[in-house]
């Protein structure tokens, strides 16, 4: 439930409510009112937990705190929360032996970093004829960089690029 979805204080209307005070014991049944007003004699706010319970639950809090610990909480969360780049490397259907290893050692470090890696071969003109030599080019690519990553999507014809996706291992 959002923060912003509770009712608090004057905007609960119900006849009867259970109430629950600030250390979390049951004060029972009774009308809104009345745990208004018990409220008010602690200085603190009447929020409604549970709209849908019969009757509905509501509790005895500082809200302005509680508030403020579910976004701390919020933004937490948040910031445990870790974002997968995909990083693209592209090669060519010609491409060399050298060329291919320096590309591999960049895709082992985005897999070490925790990185998705789109591998692209890009085929011109009449090069699209040889696009299985683009497949064994990616083939080898994977088994370059078996160490650090998996195949996350074979190798596939996406019009005139040949392109495999590699994710990290673990």
């Known amino acids: 439930m959002a923060i912003t979805d509770l009712m608090i204080n004057e905007q609960i209307r119900d006849k009867e409510i259970r109430l629950i005070d600030e250390n979390g014991e049951q004060l029972g049944i009774m009308s809104s009112r009345d745990a208004q007003k018990i409220a008010d004699e602690r200085k603190l706010d009447l929020v409604k937990i549970a709209p849908t319970a019969k009757p509905p639950v509501c509790r005895i809090m500082d809200y302005g705190k509680y508030k403020?610990?579910?976004?701390?909480?919020?933004?937490?969360?948040?910031?445990?929360?870790?974002?997968?780049?995909?990083?693209?490397?592209?090669?060519?259907?010609?491409?060399?032996?050298?060329?291919?290893?320096?590309?591999?050692?960049?895709?082992?470090?985005?897999?070490?970093?925790?990185?998705?890696?789109?591998?692209?071969?890009?085929?011109?003109?009449?090069?699209?004829?040889?696009?299985?030599?683009?497949?064994?080019?990616?083939?080898?690519f994977a088994k370059e960089t078996a160490e650090f990553g998996v195949i996350d999507k074979e190798p596939k014809m996406e019009g005139k690029s040949l392109v495999m996706f590699l994710a990290p291992k673990g």
């Open 68 to 140: 403020f610990d579910q976004a701390k909480k919020e933004k937490e969360a948040r910031k445990k929360q870790k974002t997968v780049d995909v990083k693209e490397l592209r090669l060519s259907p010609s491409i060399d032996t050298h060329d291919v290893q320096v590309k591999v050692k960049k895709a082992n470090e985005f897999l070490k970093n925790g990185d998705k890696v789109k591998v692209s071969i890009r085929f011109r003109g009449r090069e699209i004829g040889h696009s299985k030599a683009g497949m064994l080019i990616l083939e080898n």
